[in-house]
């Protein structure tokens, strides 16, 4: 049953994304002002080499980072509506992948039942 294992954590992956994402409708207790997306944090690295010898791992340089990390919040409405289609994706996948998994437990089943 590890595909049922696997979508289980898929869909907790999900909850939890929109239990998140949900943040941004909530007011502060203190200065009843609309929660604030205060961290955004990013970097990136490249793997490949150019010849024998040479570095294999290529880090983004901060600089990069950071108007990364600007241009993020600048689109991220967006960016998170694509990232929590993106969860559920995964979740509707990985439930389909339970399918043969409960195939064989149902066939088990009458099995059993046939055998009593």
């Known amino acids: 049953m590890e ?3 696997h979508y289980q954590q898929a869909k907790l992956n999900t909850k939890s994304a929109f239990e998140w994402m949900a943040n941004k409708d909530k007011i502060d207790s203190q200065n009843h ?3 604030v997306l205060n961290k955004v944090s990013v970097s990136a690295e490249y793997c490949g080499q150019a010849y024998a010898g040479a570095t294999n791992y290529h880090k983004s340089p901060e600089a ?3 108007a990364l990390e600007v241009v993020i919040r600048m689109e991220f409405g967006r960016l998170s509506q694509l990232a929590l289609e993106r969860l559920r994706d995964v979740e509707r ?3 389909i992948g339970c399918e043969d ?3 064989a437990i149902t066939d088990e089943i009458a099995t059993a039942k046939a055998a009593q």
């Open 3 to 5: 595909s049922y294992k």
């Open 101 to 103: 998994d409960i195939s």
């Open 93 to 95: 996948v990985a439930l």
């Open 64 to 66: 990069f980072n950071t």
């Open 33 to 35: 002002k609309p929660y």
